[in-house]
């Protein structure tokens, strides 16, 4: 079997199982990486021409540890393309497109995870001053983000009936694994959303995911904020609740995590909570 269609059965079978598109895509990423690699070297794209081996190999090329700027990649990254490496060939031996994995030596590297990406308060500022400049949708949609967590995903699937200003309530029907969630509007923010839904009918924010990345980006290099990206907008939202009440369980349910394990990265990282404690 060939590679390309062992990946095809693959993606497949991650939408069978309800994996998220972003994931998806990145599966599909990695794996497309690995295929220009076998072609570079002249290595079958045939999966049983695979070997452990040859995993190892591409693993250890600069194709799989480098970017393509040259530089070496975060060990985050690499771990991620181990993940995707290892899964995919697991799910080859179950599929029987293979005997046994050759996959199956991959193990991810120890490695700490890095803080998130959050904004100051300065920056918040210069960001938001920036988008005031700009256009009315960009301005809202960073506005939103910044003040309520929401994941741009999120964010962009929103209709203008999602939105129950009178309780101060946006209803998200679809967020992360597909579980439905409430985010909740600070006041401020409801007044410019009720000029906004008023005049709208179906999606909140008509646009791409990529494009609002791109406006985002470029809003925030405006900024003096290189770098910055949707997501950094609702580390900054955790980070603002948690400094506000110290309680990692509100920050989850303002983020609407599944699990308290995935809200205790902002714990960590915050030195003002450790300084005020000991008083520092």
Not at 181 to 200: F, K
Request: proline letters at 3%.
């Amino acid at each position: 079997m060939l590679l390309t269609d062992a990946i095809a059965a693959f993606q497949l079978q991650l939408e069978a199982d309800g994996r998220s598109i972003h994931t998806r895509k990145q599966y599909a990423r990695h794996l497309r990486l690995l295929g220009s690699w076998l072609d570079a070297n002249g290595i079958p794209a045939e999966i049983d021409a695979i070997t452990t081996q040859v995993v190892a190999r591409f693993l250890v090329s600069d194709a799989a540890r480098k970017t393509a700027e040259g530089a070496a990649k975060l060990a985050t990254s690499t771990n991620a393309l181990r993940t995707s490496v290892r899964c995919f060939f697991q799910f080859c031996e179950l599929a029987g497109f293979v005997a046994r994995s050759p996959g199956m030596l991959v193990r991810r590297a120890r490695c700490g995870e890095p803080p998130p990406r959050a904004l100051s308060d300065a920056e918040v500022e210069r960001l938001l001053a920036v988008a005031a400049k700009g256009d009315a949708r960009d301005e809202l949609l960073v506005r939103l983000l910044l003040a309520t967590g929401l994941r741009l995903g999120e964010a962009l699937g929103l209709e203008t009936q999602d939105v129950d200003l009178g309780r101060g309530e946006i209803n998200v029907r679809r967020a992360k694994n597909d579980r439905p969630r409430v985010a909740y509007v600070p006041a401020e923010l409801g007044a410019r959303l009720a000029v906004w839904v008023e005049r709208r009918t179906g999606r909140l924010f008509p646009i791409s995911g990529r494009h609002a990345q791109r406006r985002i980006g470029e809003m925030a290099n405006a900024a003096g904020i290189p770098g910055a990206s949707a997501h950094a907008l609702r580390h900054s939202l955790a980070m603002r609740v948690y400094r506000r009440t110290g309680d990692i369980e509100v920050v989850r349910a303002a983020l609407g995590h599944a699990s308290i394990q995935t809200t205790t990265r902002y714990a960590k990282c915050d030195e003002a909570v450790v300084r005020a404690a000991i008083g520092a």
